[in-house]
């Protein structure tokens, strides 16, 4: 491409350096799509004539039959645009000289990607939705079971299982939302910037944008050539879903664990031990969690690069594709594991049951005296107390005598009299956001119509 300036071509060791074929192949099927839109540009400008214009059209169809084929495999080419121009010159000769007339590979590269990401922006959302659906139905098949709510790892409040489940659905629906706002943003396109200032050749890159799917056109060459914003966005959004399939592989693998037992993952999505025949390990929720640190990485790495390079395009940019790719491959491969694994789990709700502890129960009590007209904070001392003298007791919190319970105060005897069942407690959780049946059912028909699949763009 640059011969006429240099008498020799790059060493073996910058081509090994800047070669990124190996890479960008995948960039083929949005290269050859784009080129096609800018053929229509170059003819409705009177650069190409209707004439040679059907043969590049030709030619590149033909490119694109023998990319599919497998053509970029082992070619010699610094990179897919490089390769898709040789390969048009073999179809229809001279002319090819024309397709790049008033275009440059960095508004040609930003296109490419542009197009290459509002595709597995589209999949990606596919996946968090089947994900999110497994979740609501798991959830609506587990609202009678009933479980202790954990935090800072002990045991809090009785909860319903379907609470559990919807509580790792809603970061799923912001993850939608992050998903479809970089979709915006990625929308935008930068063909007809030329390489920093402009196409030289009157272009119309609104038509360009309608032919190719774009929301919009560019405001500024010198920025979109170099913009990579919406890789960003694409990779935080990424980063941000891996950490919530973490945070349900955590929970889910301490369930799984011999000493909860509240779940049984299926044999389809268990390991087992190369030592140990008993083993049931429930590696898929842990490769889950350390996927998530990769894709963090992708986005760590992406943004070590942008923060030092001025505007327009800079060979550094080369790198945003091999983290865009890892990332959207990654969490491509992991979220079917984990719905897949959510799906057939099996739910020990008995083995739930059998957690409770009185102590949990606390709170119930704190209200109660509430009820009777005790201020909380001295509610909340109270039955500080009562626990306190339970432990000393050796007994559970509801097997304090009453003698001692109305010694610490006199509501407290009529308070445990009224204490009910566990479904009782939850039921009194009946705000909404809560644990109530009430409220967890609102929230499944809200979850339902959040993961719709996503509108046409």
């Not at 784009?34 to 053929?39: G, L, R």
């Not at 349900?248 to 301490?254: R, V």
């Not at 069942?421 to 049946?437: C, F, I, L, N």
Request: some cysteine; charged content about 20%.
């Amino acid at each position: 491409m640059w011969g006429g300036r240099f008498a020799l071509g790059p060493s073996e060791a910058l081509d090994a350096l800047n070669r990124s074929l190996p890479v960008d192949h995948r960039l083929w099927p949005q290269d050859v799509a784009a080129s096609k839109a800018w053929v229509h540009a170059l003819c409705h400008a009177g650069v190409v004539t209707p004439s040679e214009e059907a043969q590049l059209l030709g030619g590149l169809d033909r490119v694109a039959d023998k990319l599919a084929d497998g053509a970029a495999v082992g070619a010699p080419d610094e990179d897919v645009h490089t390769l898709v121009e040789r390969l048009l010159y073999a179809e229809v000769g001279a002319v090819a000289g024309k397709l790049h007339t008033g275009r440059s590979r960095n508004d040609q590269v930003a296109t490419d990607l542009r197009l290459w990401t509002l595709n597995a922006i589209d999949e990606l959302d596919s996946g968090v939705t089947a994900l999110g659906r497994a979740l609501v139905t798991r959830a609506t098949d587990g609202l009678d079971a009933i479980l202790p709510g954990y935090t800072h790892g002990q045991r809090a409040q009785p909860v319903r299982w379907a609470y559990v489940l919807l509580a790792h659905a809603w970061p799923l629906v912001r993850d939608r939302q992050r998903l479809a706002d970089a979709r915006r943003r990625t929308a935008e396109m930068p063909l007809g910037s030329g390489a920093l200032a402009g196409s030289g050749f009157p272009v119309d890159r609104v038509l360009l944008k309608e032919a190719l799917g774009f929301r919009m056109i560019s405001a500024n060459a010198l920025d979109a050539t170099g913009d990579r914003d919406f890789v960003a966005d694409v990779l935080f959004a990424i980063a941000l879903v891996g950490t919530h399939l973490s945070r349900l592989g955590s929970e889910l693998i301490t369930y799984a664990s011999g000493e909860y037992a509240f779940i049984t993952l299926a044999d389809a999505f268990s390991t087992g031990s190369s030592l140990m025949p008993q083993k049931r390990n429930p590696d898929v929720f842990e490769l889950a969690r350390g996927k998530a640190g990769r894709v963090l990485g992708d986005l760590v790495a992406l943004l070590t690069t942008l923060k030092g390079i001025p505007a327009g395009y800079q060979k550094d940019l080369q790198e945003d594709k091999a983290l865009l790719f890892d990332a959207c491959d990654t969490l491509a491969t992991v979220l079917p594991a984990v719905t897949g694994a959510i799906d057939t789990l099996t739910v020990n709700a008995e083995r739930m049951a059998g957690a409770f502890d009185p102590a949990m129960r606390a709170t119930d009590l704190a209200d109660l005296l509430v009820e009777a007209g005790v201020p909380f904070r001295e509610s909340h001392g109270l039955i500080g107390r009562l626990v306190r003298a339970a432990e000393q007791a050796g007994v559970t919190l509801d097997k304090v005598p009453a003698k001692v319970a109305t010694e610490i105060h006199p509501a407290l005897g009529p308070a445990l009299a009224q204490l009910g069942s566990w479904e009782q407690s939850v039921e009194s959780r009946a705000t909404p956001g809560g644990a109530s049946r009430a409220s967890v059912e609102s929230q499944i028909d809200e979850l339902r119509r959040a993961f719709q699949p996503a509108a046409s763009s």
